[in-house]
C-alpha cells in the first residue's frame, strides 16, 4: 500500500512559479514510476508529466514543455513537480500518482495504481 500526500499548491499570478511536492510512505516508492496529472472543472483528469523510477527518463505533455520540471528524491519519498511561467489555463487539480514496479511509464491515468488527494493550483491572470 502506498499513500501520497500532495502539498505546495496555492494562488498565483500569470508567470510566477510554485513547486508541487508528493510524500510517498511506504517501501516501493523507489520502484514506482511517478506521475503528475491535472484535473480542471468540467473536464476530464489530464497527464502533465511523468517521472521513471530511477529518475533517468522524464515525459511531459507538450502544453508544459519548458515550463515544467518533475523530478524525485528516492532518499526523501518525494517527486516535485516545478512550475514556472505559468499560465491561467494551468489553473486545476493537481494530483500525483504511483505505479508500482513499473515496467513502462504510463501516461494516462488507468496506468497507476495510487492516487493523491490533490492540490489546487491556480493562476490569475
Known amino acids: 500500500q502506498v499513500q501520497l500526500v500532495e502539498s505546495g499548491g496555492g494562488l498565483v499570478q500569470a508567470g510566477g512559479s510554485l513547486r508541487l511536492s508528493c510524500a510517498a510512505s511506504?517501501?516501493?516508492?523507489?520502484?514506482?514510476?511517478m506521475g503528475w496529472f491535472r484535473q480542471a472543472p468540467g473536464k476530464e483528469r489530464e497527464f502533465v508529466a511523468a517521472?521513471?523510477?530511477?529518475?533517468?527518463?522524464?515525459y511531459y505533455t507538450d502544453s508544459v514543455k519548458g515550463r515544467f520540471t518533475i523530478s524525485r528524491d528516492n532518499a526523501k519519498n518525494t517527486v516535485y513537480l516545478q512550475m514556472n511561467s505559468l499560465k491561467p489555463e494551468d489553473t486545476a487539480v493537481y494530483y500525483c500518482?504511483?505505479?508500482?514496479?513499473?515496467?513502462?511509464?504510463?501516461?494516462?491515468?488507468?496506468?497507476?495504481?495510487?492516487w493523491g488527494q490533490g492540490t489546487q493550483v491556480t493562476v490569475s491572470s
Open positions: 511506504g517501501r516501493t516508492f523507489s520502484r514506482s514510476a
Open positions: 517521472i521513471s523510477w530511477t529518475g533517468g527518463s522524464t
Open positions: 500518482a504511483a505505479d508500482e514496479y513499473a515496467a513502462i511509464v504510463h501516461r494516462t491515468p488507468s496506468g497507476y495504481d495510487y
